[in-house]
């Protein structure tokens, strides 16, 4: 009995050890333990038959990055099109990690995974390039918190990736600092594939940049320092953006007064991007919206033609606190016309869209016809990495085509 007793005292001491060293690490990393996620998030568990992608930026955010953070909100919206193109179509999600360095406004800043990329898209239009100055970033940080403060799936079918942009190589001289080969051994475990991009030619990251690809089993290459992506402007694009709105005012939200604060919430960041971002992005975002697997993203949740149309609810029992304002003075019938005249307003605005992107992509195509570096651009390597990795987890790219 004794020995039994002995053996129940290390192992919990050993258990409290290990507890305060991985506390300890959080807060030498810049946050607290309460502000790393959990490894399982809930919202990335539903849907199980359907497959995942999970996507994490790492970010290089200092003064020198400005080109290619810009290109990341310019592209963010073809790379969700592209990965939404598979058969069968996956359940997308993105999440955004910065990193600057010890001594600049944040040392990592987090954009957690989500299944609400307009979410995700309005955070990442706060990122700005500002700070660093001495070469050498906060890597091992970013990659700390892009692999164990990220919400990740227990999926093991999910194809679970990072790209990790920079232009500088890490610090490797903070004492305080987990390397990154403990952090990617940790992603491995977890069916993390962890992929590198280089921005510019800083000859002294290209060795570590290799490394860390290698390590994470994942792919590395090099792009310019404004990030070479391709982003083409069309005759379309106000058109598209236009369509979108009336795409986006179908919508009939309804809920309890914590559904409808959420809700408002949802719609200050819609407001967000249209005010924030470029028109083309805008004509991004409305192709993915108007995709099969840009439905989560468009419907969000509650949403009334959504919800009659899967028989969660029905329409003449719902309470009027649940009803929206403006359904709320209706009798039985005007409401059920009204949801008819919504539905209507989506079905027609879909296929606006619909027809608009088609012309937008027959237009972007000759363009691209006429120039040679194409497959040079960062959206090229990166659909074919995304492609050929994913494809490794039953997710068929086959017939997708890259989406600008």
């Known amino acids: 009995m004794g020995t039994k007793y002995l053996v129940a005292i290390i192992f919990t001491i050993t258990a409290l050890t290990v507890i305060a060293m991985s506390d300890k690490q959080s807060l030498q990393l810049g946050f607290t333990p309460n502000e790393v996620k959990p490894d399982v998030n809930p919202q990335l568990i539903t849907n199980n038959n359907k497959p995942k992608v999970e996507l994490v930026f790492v970010l290089d955010t200092t003064g020198s990055m400005s080109g290619l953070i810009s290109a990341a909100k310019e592209k963010v919206w073809s790379i969700a099109s592209t990965m939404a193109a598979a058969k069968p179509t996956p359940e997308i999600s993105i999440g955004i990690v910065g990193y ?21 898209y309005a955070d990442l239009l706060d990122f700005q390039a500002d700070g660093g100055g001495d070469s050498p970033e906060s890597v091992n940080a970013g990659l700390y918190q892009a ?21 500088a190589p890490g610090h490797n001289d903070y004492q305080d600092d987990v390397p990154f080969d403990v952090t990617l051994a940790a992603a491995a475990r977890k069916g993390i594939t962890v992929n590198t991009i280089q921005a510019g030619n800083n000859p002294l990251m290209v060795k570590s940049w290799r490394r860390i690809a290698a390590l994470g089993n994942g792919d590395t290459f090099q792009v310019g320092q404004q990030g070479s992506a391709i982003a083409v402007t069309t005759p379309f694009d106000d058109s598209i953006a236009i369509a979108s709105k009336e795409y986006e005012a179908s919508r009939i ?28 992005s805008i004509a991004r975002r409305a192709k993915f919206n108007a995709s099969s697997g840009g439905e989560d993203n468009f419907i969000g949740r509650n949403e009334m033609i959504e919800a009659l149309k899967k028989k969660e609810i029905v329409l003449a029992d719902m309470e009027i606190d649940e009803l929206p304002l403006e359904m709320q003075t209706m009798k039985v019938e005007e409401r059920e016309g009204y949801v008819q005249s919504k539905m209507k307003q989506r079905k027609e605005a879909k296929l606006k869209l619909k027809e608009l992107s088609e012309k937008r992509d027959e237009f972007i195509t000759a363009e691209l016809a006429k120039s040679s570096k194409t497959k040079l651009s960062l959206d090229e390597k990166m659909f074919a990495t995304l492609k050929s990795q994913a494809e490794k987890k039953g997710i068929d790219y086959s017939e997708a085509e890259s989406s600008y």
């Open 253 to 280: 939200y309804y809920g309890n007064n914590q559904d409808k604060e959420r809700q408002k919430l949802q719609e200050e960041k819609t407001e967000k991007i249209y005010a924030g971002a470029s028109t083309s």
């Open 100 to 120: 600057r360095d010890k001594g600049d406004l944040y040392v990592t800043k987090r954009v957690d995974l989500s299944k609400d990329l307009d979410s995700v």
């Open 147 to 167: 692999v164990h403060g990220m919400s990740w799936s227990n999926n093991p079918n999910s194809y679970k990736v990072i790209f990790l942009v920079g232009d």
